[in-house]
């Protein structure tokens, strides 16, 4: 089995995501692996865990448009890991306004 299919991949994926030490990233990025990392393909779940290798500052500034986004970072995945944090911040306000 390919390392795409493999369900251990993908948890682990989640797993850091949602435990990266820095809340803001948490946020965005474990609702983001719970959502779409089975459906990633194996080329995009490769970009995903070299995002979670990077420092916990620059990725989120990437993410938010504090810091531009370096040419080999700068993919159609994080493109929606951008566009996925306004998702994500409606969701968690939804759940406090309830």
């Given at each position: 089995m390919d390392a795409h299919g493999d369900?251990?991949?993908?948890?682990k994926l989640k797993f850091r995501a949602w435990h990266r030490g820095f809340?803001?990233?948490?946020?965005?990025?474990?609702?983001?692996a719970d959502k779409?990392?089975?459906g990633l393909s194996?080329?995009?779940l490769?970009?995903?865990?070299a995002l979670l290798e990077i420092p916990?500052?620059?990725?989120?500034?990437w993410i938010v448009g504090l810091k531009p986004t370096p040419p080999e970072h700068d993919t159609p995945l994080m493109a929606r890991i951008q566009a996925f944090r306004f998702e994500a911040?409606?969701?968690r306000?939804?759940?406090?306004n309830a």
């Open positions: 369900p251990n991949r993908l948890n809340l803001e990233n948490d946020l965005i990025l474990g609702p983001f779409y990392v089975a194996a080329e995009d490769d970009l995903f865990e916990d500052q620059d990725l989120y500034g911040h409606a969701a306000t939804a759940v406090l």
